[in-house]
């Protein structure tokens, strides 16, 4: 009897330092917390879309769409959006669209900068619920935008 309660006790002993080393590596792991807001921030504005392809502490990839964190900007003038792309900041979260589809939003609200920097000529189109045309942009073209009610988009 004496054998077998120590043994149980390295038993427990040894589950518990794996059970806290596990935890410590999810929460302390670099940008671990940032890459769980940055999801849940694409989650919630891209409920309907395909399931992100690439997660690092500071992007979230789905095919033609990097979502990152949005950088401390005062318009769409200080909004870096590459050539062939379309970008905004919605609710403190930068998309950067460059794949011509249809995209479904949800609580997609507020205000924030864009930047259509594709293609001259190329037109953004923004869809209210019923899929009706709310809004267009068409290439060049940057400026602040009220995002609700804004249903799906189409960079191109």
Known sequence: MNIIKPAALLLA??????????AATADDAPGGTRVTALQQAADEV???NPKPLHVTADAVTYEGLTVTEAPRTKGAQDL????????MIVKGTKFDFYKCQTWNLTNWTGDGPFTNNQTPGT?????NKDGSVRWTSTAYQAGTATWDPIWSLRPC
Do not use: I, W
């Not at 037109?123 to 869809?127: D, G, I, S």
């Open 13 to 22: 002993a040894s589950a518990l330092v794996a059970a806290s080393t596990v």
């Open 46 to 48: 891209l409920a309907d």
């Open 80 to 87: 870096a959006c590459g050539y062939g792309h379309l970008c």
């Open 123 to 127: 037109v953004a189109k923004f869809f």
